[in-house]
């Protein structure tokens, strides 16, 4: 059996500009050592991630516990939110609803699953019957959890928004997904931010 440990990123810096190297809060620095004492036993045999640097950051400290290397892959990056960003519900649930549906200049999220899903295939092909940390975000995970069960929308992606960081696991035979189980997460409020999202 193949278990990958997705760790969604601890809290970001939100006034920043350049969205790839927005860095983690003191909070979210702070938050890491949850991600290291959930997964410092779990005989972890390889690293992956995003790119960003809010992802990378969020796992560096247990990968450098266990000693291992962080591969990064673009394709594991966050959704390019385009003109709009993340502006309103309405924008949220669309998006959810058609899963072609972007702004001008962004990504829809099923254009985010299949990117994401290419590079999952890959890992679990190349890294059979091992221990995997995957780095990733919000609705790049999000995409993921819906790929294997497709009842998961935006309800369930509401759940988690705030859930920084968040560590969930899915089991593998082959690509076949057959166990989840969400190990740890630490929930955040963003009021300003969110509340139109929640009604």
């Known amino acids: 059996m193949t278990k990958v440990y997705f760790v969604r990123h601890a809290e970001p810096v939100h006034a920043h500009e350049d969205d790839r190297t927005r860095p983690l809060t003191a909070e979210g620095?702070?938050?890491?050592?949850i991600v290291l004492e959930t997964l410092k036993d779990k005989e972890i045999d390889v690293f992956y991630c995003s790119p960003y640097v809010r992802s990378m950051s969020t796992i560096e400290e247990t990968a450098a516990y266990i000693n291992k290397e962080i591969h990064t892959d673009e394709r594991l990056r966050e959704r390019e939110k385009g003109k709009e960003g993340n502006s309103s519900d309405n924008l949220?649930?669309?998006r959810w609803a058609d899963f072609s549906f972007h702004e001008e200049g962004g990504e829809s999220i099923g254009m985010v699953q299949e990117r994401n899903m290419e590079a999952l295939r890959e890992?679990?092909?190349?890294?059979?019957?091992?221990?995997i940390v995957i780095g990733t975000h919000g609705t790049a995970l999000s995409s993921i959890l819906n790929y294997y069960n497709r009842s998961f929308n935006c309800d369930d992606f509401l759940r988690i928004v705030d859930w920084m960081p968040y560590i969930i696991e899915l089991d593998f035979e082959?690509?076949?997904?057959?166990g989840e189980k969400e190990h740890a997460y630490v929930e955040k409020?963003?009021?300003e931010r969110m509340a139109s999202f929640k009604k």
């Open 92 to 94: 949220l649930k669309k």
């Open 189 to 191: 409020t963003f009021p």
């Open 174 to 178: 082959g690509y076949d997904c057959v």
């Open 123 to 131: 890992i679990l092909s190349a890294n059979e019957g091992k221990n």
């Open 29 to 33: 620095l702070a938050d890491r050592k």
